[in-house]
Nanobody, 126 residues
Framework: QVQLIESGGGLVQAGGSLRLSCLAS????????VGWFRQAPGKEQEFVAA????????YYADSVKGRFTISRDNAKNTVYLQMNSLKPEDTAVYYC???????????????????WGQGTQVTVSS
């Protein structure tokens, strides 16, 4: 059973940067596609970014394209979300999620992921 543990959230000023990490334990993430989602207070959970199991393709929501970068280090069982040029509207709880590779990857559909972390809070002050 793969468990996901997020870290790296915190409080940052607008324009600043944070890097989130999603660690898989105890098993490897090597055969899993991974996505990041976020949920702001009073809003629906939304897709942020995703990466194929191989790292060969990445996907982004329009709202973060050019500012956020998703990457993975399979040797470390970790997926990262580098967030630059942060805005107050990026404030949310960020979740990583995973789904085993092998079928079509509906990366924006949260219901297609079957492993979720507990979330990490990101707060961007203006």
């Amino acid at each position: 059973q793969v468990q996901l543990i997020e870290s790296g959230g915190g409080l940052v000023q607008a324009g600043g940067s944070l890097r989130l990490s999603c660690l898989a334990s105890p098993r490897t993430l090597n055969n899993y596609h991974v996505g990041w989602f976020r949920q702001a207070p009073g809003k629906e959970q939304e897709f942020v970014a995703a990466v194929l199991w191989s790292g060969s393709r990445t996907y982004y929501a329009d709202s973060v394209k050019g500012r956020f970068t998703i990457s993975r280090d399979n040797a470390k069982n970790t997926v990262y979300l580098q967030m630059n040029s942060l805005k107050p509207e990026d404030t949310a709880v960020y979740y990583c999620a995973a789904v085993r590779s092998g079928e079509t990857f509906y990366y924006t559909d949260k219901y297609k992921y079957d492993r979720w972390g507990q979330g990490t809070q990101v707060t961007v002050s203006s």
